[in-house]
């Protein structure tokens, strides 16, 4: 009996182990947001600050940009992640299910345009973008975001339409509906757990983004929030309850939009590991 049981108190420690290490930032982060300025320095490190103030978040809502970094993001966020699932839904739907000539001359062209540093590509976007009269614009940053994405997104779409038979897109079509009503019809609906993944990746991979943001936008009217955190970083100090504040508030529409696709999002994030 203790040989069958050891094994399992040992799993069950290991994950709470590991969920303890993984959720330790965020608690830090909420105790740093509502620890005031006069205790952040003075009391050294606890676990919590014995008088908690909601003082930073006032701050950062009534007397900060945060409202316009927060609602740029979102719009951002969302636009790119809509954008790059349409885009690869179809796009990866066409490498998984045609064949045509410079198939695979594509194929590679898309993995070449994952293996340049980031860094190299701000100077040459920016140049293509300013006489467009696109920087330090939303559409901008949307449009950026969704061509890096697209690639990857692609892919991801394409393993999962690859798992799913092309006997049900024939059967379809036998009975007259056309490889479009096929697609919209029977296969999309198949694929929402890849949807799902592929919206989590984008929306996540564009709302933490920083560094076109950075170089990108300008001013405040279109900066998103990971710009907009470096506002609380001044010359000499750093608002640290105040950023803290700004950043547990930032969680809550990726916490929310993760949570309303959760039950796609964990089908496809698992399909596809088992074949057979």
């Given at each position: 009996?203790r040989?069958?049981?050891?094994?399992?108190?040992?799993?069950?420690?290991?994950?709470?182990?590991?969920?303890?290490?993984?959720?330790?930032?965020?608690?830090?982060?909420?105790?740093?947001?509502?620890?005031?300025?006069?205790?952040?320095?003075?009391?050294?490190?606890?676990?919590w600050?014995?008088?908690?103030?909601?003082?930073?978040?006032?701050?950062?809502?009534?007397h900060?940009?945060?409202?316009?970094?927060?609602?740029?993001?979102?719009?951002?966020?969302?636009?790119?992640?809509?954008?790059?699932?349409?885009?690869?839904?179809?796009?990866?739907?066409?490498?998984?299910?045609?064949?045509?000539?410079?198939?695979?001359?594509?194929?590679?062209?898309?993995?070449?345009?994952?293996?340049?540093?980031?860094?190299?590509?701000?100077?040459?976007?920016?140049?293509?973008?300013s006489?467009?009269?696109?920087?330090?614009?939303?559409?901008?940053?949307?449009?950026?975001?969704?061509?890096?994405?697209?690639?990857?997104?692609?892919?991801?779409?394409?393993?999962?339409?690859?798992?799913?038979?092309?006997?049900?897109?024939?059967?379809?079509?036998?009975d007259?509906?056309?490889?479009?009503?096929?697609?919209?019809?029977?296969?999309?609906?198949?694929?929402l757990?890849?949807?799902?993944?592929?919206?989590?990746?984008?929306?996540?991979?564009?709302?933490?983004?920083?560094?076109?943001?950075?170089?990108?936008?300008?001013?405040?009217?279109?900066?998103?929030?990971?710009?907009?955190?470096?506002?609380?970083?001044?010359?000499?100090?750093?608002?640290?309850g105040?950023?803290?504040?700004?950043?547990?508030?930032?969680?809550?529409?990726a916490?929310?939009?993760?949570?309303?696709?959760?039950?796609?999002?964990?089908?496809?994030?698992?399909?596809?590991?088992?074949?057979?």
């Amino acid at each position: 009996m203790r040989q069958s049981i050891l094994p399992t108190v040992a799993h069950r420690l290991a994950i709470l182990v590991y969920v303890v290490f993984a959720l330790f930032p965020l608690f830090w982060l909420l105790k740093v947001s509502v620890t005031p300025n006069d205790l952040l320095y003075t009391e050294g490190v606890r676990m919590w600050p014995s008088r908690t103030t909601w003082e930073h978040y006032s701050f950062v809502l009534q007397h900060s940009a945060f409202p316009t970094f927060f609602k740029n993001s979102v719009i951002v966020s969302a636009s790119t992640a809509v954008a790059v699932t349409i885009c690869a839904s179809l796009s990866g739907y066409a490498l998984s299910r045609f064949t045509f000539r410079a198939k695979y001359w594509i194929v590679a062209l898309m993995l070449l345009t994952q293996m340049f540093p980031l860094v190299m590509l701000v100077a040459p976007i920016f140049k293509i973008l300013s006489p467009l009269h696109l920087t330090n614009s939303l559409t901008g940053l949307v449009i950026v975001y969704t061509a890096f994405n697209v690639p990857f997104a692609t892919f991801l779409m394409q393993s999962f339409f690859d798992g799913i038979p092309k006997d049900l897109e024939e059967a379809a079509m036998i009975d007259g509906a056309t490889q479009f009503v096929a697609f919209r019809q029977i296969i999309l609906p198949l694929t929402l757990p890849g949807i799902a993944a592929t919206l989590g990746f984008v929306f996540t991979a564009a709302w933490s983004e920083l560094l076109f943001a950075l170089m990108l936008i300008n001013g405040n009217d279109a900066a998103t929030f990971p710009v907009g955190l470096l506002t609380f970083v001044s010359k000499f100090s750093v608002d640290f309850g105040q950023m803290m504040a700004a950043g547990v508030m930032a969680l809550i529409p990726a916490g929310l939009f993760f949570l309303l696709i959760q039950r796609y999002l964990v089908q496809g994030l698992t399909a596809g590991a088992v074949k057979g």
